[in-house]
């Protein structure tokens, strides 16, 4: 269950101060969202706390890979993010909600298989917002070792690129994101184009700090 590919690269995605580790939980995350606003992640559609009074959990609308080639190109899918009262010492519980065909996650579950959000190769300088550019480029850089999806793994190793493709082409066209979520999502203004979030208030995310 390993893709240090991926994780490597996301090392030097967002929030690599080293000083934000000593911070609590609580100002941490609300330091994430204050930097969301003023450098947003061009990987994710939203990424923020589901609810303006739980700052543990949080959702994201992730983006496909921009380059169009790519089965997974135009996707949109809905995750949750579940933080530990340690973040960012232990890393959060990351999973699909919107089912995705993806070797290294599990259709059912939306468990994700990536190195990065293991407890061994997690480290306190990553944040959210590099956690979800690095699931971003698992799409385009899945790893074969020990898949989470057997079946979309074995076509792959197998190099039938037409059948693993069209499997993952008609389920990210039959099951893109529409604007489901407890965020305060709203359905698309029109295809293509996302969905619309009411954003909490630098107010709000200052109140939940203190």
Known sequence: MSNSRTSSRASGTGGSRTSKSSQSPLKRLTNEIADLRTTPNDSVLHLGPSTDSDL????????????????????????????????????????????????????????????????????PSYTLSSVMSAIQQLLSDPGLDSPLNVDVANLMREDDAVGWESLVRYWTAERRWQGEGSAGWITERKPGTGGHFAHLRVTDVLMLSI
């Open 56 to 123: 543990y959990h949080w959702e994201a609308v992730l983006k496909g890979p921009r380059d169009q080639s790519s089965p997974y190109a135009g996707g949109l899918w809905l995750l949750t993010l579940s933080i530990l009262s340690n973040y960012p010492l232990s890393p959060p519980t990351v999973k699909f909600v919107t089912p995705i065909c993806h070797a290294n996650v599990h259709f059912q579950t939306g468990e994700i298989c990536l190195t990065l959000l293991t407890s061994e190769h997690w480290a």
